[in-house]
């Protein structure tokens, strides 16, 4: 081969390389994922909206860049508690939210955020990934063209900022109370009118009036609504949602789009932050409980009586939802049957306290 061959041969191996990098470069720009996910929790929200914040961080860092989930403020792109339609439309491809924000639509969904008198975490993901649990939430979700991940934790909450100390049942009766979820219903049975209203929203709503009384979350996310402001008897213990979990709510058509390899991106970071705002939520709350006392509120245990009521009260909503919802009663006879079984090892595995 002459010195001009020679030549040739370069160039045609340069050209042709430097047109393989561009399809490839092409293909990898093509594969990057861009997508928008608004918040049902603001970002200064201690935990549930940290987590949230957090998680397009975690995506970025997880994924080295290829996939970035812009986090966006609750009602920066739509009303807070529509995420539903919104995700299942596709007008947004991702909400951070929790499925009892949507138990207008489907009741059952509550039974995916917090149970009245239900368990701990353990037990909570025991159910979900080896109870069926998993099965009836990622149904109910594909009906609708979604899917959602498991992708935060939090320990107990209070159960409710009053004005005044609750004595007696009969103060409850005729109450205008926020609930939230399944021990809105149980409330409700006890004379509480109840509505369900936005973080952002319940400090206005209690300023004004429009609400008596207020259950949101646990002391530290409390703390920073300034619920201590207006009402100086926060409720223990939160009967109503001893765990609460939160969901990255996606529009299933951008899922099944994703490559494995990115799912496994988005699974990897939702683990993680159940992992970080479980210890987060646990670590927080004395320092805010006492913050709280130091700014005059009195913490008060319910009585027996009382939590005898609600638990009665939380019978009776079980009873009557799965009488007239078979979805309902589906995913409450799958969550009561684990939690019979898991007696046994919950009875003996624990020190009891």
């Known amino acids: 081969m002459d010195l001009r061959e020679f030549v040739r041969s370069i160039s045609v191996v340069a050209v042709t390389a430097s047109v393989f ?16 996910m608004q918040s049902a929790f603001g970002s200064k929200l201690s ?69 009245p008198f239900g368990p701990e975490v353990g037990e909570y993901f025991a159910w979900l990934q080896y109870g069926g649990g998993d099965e009836i939430y990622n149904g109910i979700y594909a009906e609708h063209g979604m899917k959602a991940l498991h992708c935060s934790v939090i320990a107990p909450e209070s159960s409710g900022w009053f004005r005044e100390k609750i004595t007696s049942l009969d103060q409850l009766k005729g109450l205008k109370m926020r609930f939230f979820g399944l021990g809105a219903r149980v409330m409700t049975k006890l004379g509480v009118s109840t509505q369900l209203l936005a973080g952002a929203d319940i400090y206005p709503a209690l300023e004004r009036g429009v609400i008596d009384a207020t259950e949101f979350s646990m002391p530290s996310i ?52 159940i992992m970080w705002s479980q210890a987060r939520s646990e670590a927080l709350q004395f320092k805010a409980m006492q913050e709280l006392q130091a700014k005059g509120v009195e913490l008060v245990r319910w009585p027996q009586e009382f ?40 009875e003996n595995g624990y020190l009891r306290k």
């Open 47 to 115: 935990i549930v909206g940290e987590v949230a914040a957090r998680y397009e961080g975690q995506m970025d860092r997880i994924s080295g860049g290829d996939v970035k989930i812009k986090f966006f403020e609750p009602g920066a792109l739509v009303p807070p508690l529509e995420c539903f339609d919104s995700v299942a439309k596709g007008a947004i491809e991702s909400c951070w939210t929790t499925a009892g924000y949507h138990t207008g639509k489907i009741p059952a969904l509550a039974w995916f955020t917090a149970v």
């Open 307 to 346: 939590l005898d009521a609600f638990k009665k009260g939380w019978e009776e909503v079980v009873a009557e939802e799965s009488a007239k919802d078979p979805l309902f009663k589906k995913t409450f006879e799958s969550y009561q049957a684990f939690h019979e079984q898991y007696k046994i090892w919950l």
């Open 222 to 273: 409390d703390l920073d609504l300034g619920f201590y402001q207006i009402a100086k008897f926060n409720y223990f213990p939160g009967w109503h949602q001893q765990s609460s979990i939160g969901e990255l709510l996606m529009n299933e058509a951008q899922w099944k789009a994703l490559t494995d390899q990115q799912q496994a991106w988005f699974e990897a970071a939702c683990g993680e932050s």
């Open 21 to 36: 990098a561009g399809v490839v470069g092409g293909a990898d720009a093509a594969e990057r994922v861009r997508w928008k």
